[in-house]
């Protein structure tokens, strides 16, 4: 158990992490004599290291500042941190979830709304700033973090040995995952155990199908359904991948199919970009690409559309007895400084607008994504109610992929889900 701010500041000697500012002076008026401790708590574990880097560019320009990384563990952060905001001993500035996930906090009044206090979100997108408003009164609750698009990644090493390249066609992709599989490699490392994934799975290889977000604008209209033949194709397509998955891909789960991947045992792995830094750190050896799959005969697009979606945001407690200062730092990771640093100590794409990653695969993957972009449909624009269409999607997914219902039925179970809150824009 970690001490809170208020007992770090009374216990004498206590180490604590830094934060990192923008400005040369404190913030909040403080004084070189006076001394603010910052909480900032989130769900990343293993970034510790990372943000003490970063935040040490903000505590340099702001000497009465420190500021402590409170991370717990992902699966429990959640309900930690609803109760946290809940009183002054919790977080002064807390990493949100996006979209939907982000909805109870906006209705417990927990955070403070940052519109007209944090003056540098007015350069943010619309569709990036969707990820920290609040449904019902539109307002931004957070600074968005990162965005974390969706691709192939593949081992360059395999392709090249096998002559191949990045598929500009679907009937390019899938010879030349048939090409994998005589060789005796797995063509696609995907899991069906970890049904969070085959959402992510399925925005990869069906967005063209169902139109991204052409199709999108009509659902949130009452103009489109899950259950109407675009996205009902789009699970089939999906599907169709199957004969290039693992063997007995029912029983085979994320870290099964990430060790796949990086062992050399498959040749490309469906997922998110934050991947990249995993299986770098796993097997350095690894030379990675990354593409994303063209439309397949019969798409509603022509174009090859990039899913994405924002990962999250910082916000700011409404109990926090620091609050001046907690806007302060969360103005600060609206900056370019905390992007540039962000993306190059976490190998992530930043949030912030101007911000081009240094690494070559997240520039191309950031670019990309800019110039064709599609949206990860039940994550972030029907989670706003009970239950989620991501939910709903994970529920009918494993199902689907597992052969015990069709994809109309997975289809069906998502639209009545989300039937009994949803109500369209007029």
Request: charged letters at 20%; one cysteine or more.
């Amino acid at each position: 158990m970690y001490l809170t701010r208020r007992g770090l500041i009374a216990a004498a000697g206590v180490l604590v992490m830094t934060l990192p500012a923008c400005a040369p002076s404190a913030p909040g008026g403080q004084t070189g004599s006076e001394q603010v401790t910052l909480d900032v708590w989130g769900w990343r574990q293993e970034d510790v290291a990372a943000y003490r880097k970063i935040f040490k560019l903000y505590e340099d320009a702001h000497p009465g500042v420190k500021v402590k990384y409170v991370p717990y563990k992902a699966d429990e952060y959640d309900t930690i941190l609803r109760t946290g905001l809940s009183d002054a001993n919790g977080p002064d500035v807390a990493q949100l979830r996006s979209y939907g996930l982000l909805q109870p906090l906006v209705a417990a009044k927990s955070l403070v709304p940052l519109d007209g206090q944090v003056q540098e979100l007015a350069g943010f997108p619309e569709p990036v700033l969707d990820g920290a408003r609040g449904e019902s009164d539109k307002q931004v609750y957070g600074v968005p973090f990162a965005i974390q698009t969706l691709h192939v990644i593949y081992n360059k090493g395999l392709f090249d040995k096998h002559g191949l390249a990045p598929p500009k066609t679907w009937d390019e992709m899938t010879t030349a995952f048939g090409k994998l599989k005589a060789a005796g490699l797995v063509p696609l490392a995907t899991t069906v155990t970890d049904t969070w994934m085959l959402p992510i799975q399925q925005e990869i290889f069906g967005a063209t199908t169902y139109g991204g977000h052409d199709y999108l604008t009509k659902m949130l209209a009452g103009q489109a359904k899950f259950t109407d033949r675009p996205w009902v194709d789009s699970l089939a397509r999906w599907k169709s991948t199957s004969e290039y998955w693992p063997e007995q891909y029912e029983g085979v789960s994320y870290v099964d199919a990430q060790a796949l991947f990086t062992s050399g045992k498959a040749a490309a792995f469906p997922g998110g970009v934050w991947e990249l830094a995993a299986f770098g750190k796993s097997n350095p050896e690894l030379e990675l690409g990354i593409f994303n799959v063209p439309p397949p005969p019969g798409a509603a697009a022509e174009r090859t559309l990039v899913p994405g979606y924002v990962d999250g945001s910082f916000g700011v407690s409404a109990k926090s007895p620091d609050q001046k200062a907690a806007v302060d730092l969360v103005r600060w990771m609206a900056s370019p400084e905390f992007g540039r640093a962000f993306a190059t100590e976490l190998r992530q794409i930043s949030a912030v607008p101007g911000v081009r990653p240094e690494d070559p695969l997240l520039a191309q993957a950031l670019a990309a994504y800019q110039a064709d972009p599609s949206p990860y449909v039940t994550y972030a624009y029907f989670s706003g109610g009970t239950p989620t269409a991501w939910d709903l999607a994970s529920e009918a997914f494993s199902t689907f992929v597992a052969g015990r219902s069709g994809a109309g039925d997975a289809a069906k179970h998502i639209q009545q889900g989300v039937d009994q809150w949803f109500k369209p824009s007029q």
